[in-house]
């Protein structure tokens, strides 16, 4: 694991708490941003026109989300607090709006169920990854090499459209990022141990980036579950109509 040098090591169990807190209050705006905008843009129908009817903007839309997690997984030592939380903050809009057709697609019902079923299997996993003694880098190793390997079942999937194949891609892709949230929390665990409350701008950017981390992890595996146990708006019509 990454050694941060330029830190206090062995921080106090209060300051690793601080830390922690600071991360899941974080991740948790970001998230409550995502949905409210992603809810917003459905209220708006001639954003969601440009959105998803105009290929340009969706990808600069996509191409922005990347550049914004490379700048702040790749560049958070040259980065003011400010402006990190000012990225984390454009990047949770983005993805809100990249996002906003699920409630084209899906029921509120299912969008809210799938909300509620995540939150409790991200906390499961979160809990045993930061009070395991277990060294979870294995496990979450295999877990990364498995989406590598998701991904390429995708793009092979995308022509031949294949409903099964669909379904393990799911199944897996739940599994990988479920272990994923429990080695990261392990990790930025580990990271609290070398950061002090002291240092108030390395404190202010390392929560930051552990609240993108988690982020990027609670989204993928909602959108994973929701394709899987969402009710799609066509289906709940038909079964009206029956």
Same mark, same amino acid.
């Given at each position: ?91 949770? $809009? #983005?993805?809100?709006?990249? @996002?906003?057709?699920?409630? !084209? =697609?899906?029921?509120? &019902?299912? /969008? ?100 993108? $981390? #988690?982020?990027?992890?609670? @989204?993928?595996?909602?959108? !994973? =579950?929701?394709?899987? &146990?969402? /009710? ?11």
């Amino acid at each position: 694991m990454k050694k941060y040098s330029y830190y206090y090591y062995d921080s106090s169990i209060s300051t690793i708490h601080s830390y922690i807190n600071n991360v899941y209050g974080w991740m948790s705006c970001g998230l409550l941003l995502t949905s409210f905008t992603t809810w917003y843009t459905t209220k708006i129908p001639f954003l969601l026109e440009i959105i998803f009817f105009n290929q340009f903007f969706l990808v600069t839309i996509l191409i922005l989300q990347l550049i914004v997690v490379f700048a702040l997984s790749n560049m958070i030592n040259k980065l003011s607090a400010n402006f990190a939380i000012a990225l984390f903050i454009f990047y949770s $809009i #983005l993805t809100g709006l990249s @996002i906003s057709s699920i409630f !084209l =697609i899906y029921t509120y &019902i299912s /969008i809210t169920t799938t909300f509620l079923t995540t939150s409790i299997m991200f906390g499961i996993m979160s809990i045993w990854g930061y009070s395991t003694k277990q060294d979870l880098t294995k496990m979450g190793n295999l877990a990364l090499m498995s989406l590598i390997g998701i991904m390429i079942a995708t793009t092979i999937n995308f022509f031949l459209q294949n409903d099964y194949l669909i379904w393990i891609i799911s199944y897996l892709g739940i599994l990988s990022f479920s272990i994923l949230v429990a080695w990261d929390t392990q990790k930025l665990k580990e990271i609290g141990h070398y950061i002090t409350s002291e240092h108030d701008e390395q404190f202010r950017k390392y929560s930051i980036l552990g609240a993108l $981390i #988690l982020y990027l992890d609670f @989204i993928n595996l909602y959108l !994973l =579950i929701l394709k899987l &146990i969402g /009710i799609k708006l066509e289906k709940e019509d038909e079964n009206k109509n029956e």
